[in-house]
Every structure is written in structure tokens, then in C-alpha cells.
């Protein structure tokens, strides 16, 4: 699946409610305490409710969105979207997920070139869009 294909294909189910677990497409629930994401030196590991739990090694993270859509404040409209190699389903975690506080310190030391820049533009988005805020370097 190509890479322009994938993240349409994230956004759309963003902005429909919905969102890709192992399993197949499930509906998106609202954040809760439920959910969390948790941050070691070599991975994060999540977990979402319903959804389960899964371990996410950074080495595995091929590429790294912010989608937002024109839901809010009525449902949340910030997603993280991580592509995984070897995954055509990206993993997707609400903004305000609990452990979010601190996923910009490890984007910072284990993904070199995240752009702050496109995050900042995100975070003022009120539309539907994706930002691409790092990309694995082929070569």
C-alpha cells in the first residue's frame, strides 16, 4: 500500500470515528483512564481499553503523524498516528491520552529531525488535516 494511500486512508477513519486496531476497524472511544501510554528507553507500550495492550518498539516506527479533524470539542479531534514496518494499520492514540505529557521529550531524543515546527501548525488546526511530523530516512 502506497504511503499517500495509507494516510488518507488514516485520516478518513479519523474523521469517520473510527480507528485500526490488530483486530480490524473498531469504533474510537473517547479517551479514559483506560487508556495510556507508558515510555522506556527502547519502546511505549499501550494501552486502550477495549483495544488492549500492545508494546511498540521505536524502532519499528517507519513514520510519524498528527491527524486532526473538525469534530472538536464534541469528540476528539487530535490524533497521534504512528505507521509501524511491516504493519499496513498505523496505531492511532488520542491527544490527551494518559502519559502524553511526556511524548514529545521521547520524540525528541529517538526520532532525530522531528519537525516542532509542523507539530505547532497542528496543534492550531481546526480542520481536517494530516502533518507528517518525521519520516525514517531511507539509506
Known amino acids: 500500500m502506497s504511503l499517500f494511500k495509507k494516510i488518507s486512508?488514516?485520516?478518513?477513519?479519523?474523521?469517520?470515528?473510527?480507528?485500526?486496531s490488530e483486530s480490524g476497524l473498531q469504533e474510537i472511544v473517547p479517551k479514559s483512564a483506560?487508556?495510556?501510554?507508558?515510555?522506556?528507553?527502547?519502546?511505549?507500550?499501550?494501552?486502550q481499553g477495549n483495544c488492549g495492550e500492545r508494546d511498540i518498539a521505536y524502532s519499528a516506527v517507519e513514520q510519524i503523524?498528527?491527524?486532526?479533524?473538525?469534530?472538536g470539542p464534541w469528540r476528539e479531534d487530535v490524533w497521534w498516528c504512528f505507521y509501524l514496518s511491516n504493519e499496513e494499520k498505523p496505531v492511532y492514540l488520542p491527544?490527551?491520552?494518559?502519559?502524553e505529557e511526556q511524548i514529545l521529550l521521547v520524540?525528541?531524543?529517538h526520532f532525530a529531525g522531528i519537525d516542532?515546527?509542523?507539530?505547532i501548525m497542528a496543534m492550531g488546526s481546526a480542520d481536517n488535516a494530516v502533518f507528517n511530523l518525521w519520516r525514517r530516512v531511507e539509506g
Do not use: C, P, Y
Open 65 to 71: 503523524d498528527i491527524i486532526t479533524t473538525d469534530q
Open 116 to 119: 516542532f515546527q509542523t507539530f
Open 95 to 99: 491527544q490527551g491520552i494518559k502519559g
Open 34 to 47: 483506560q487508556e495510556s501510554v507508558q515510555f522506556t528507553d527502547s519502546s511505549m507500550h499501550i494501552t
Open 107 to 109: 520524540l525528541e531524543k
Open 9 to 20: 486512508n488514516g485520516w478518513q477513519r479519523a474523521v469517520n470515528g473510527k480507528a485500526v
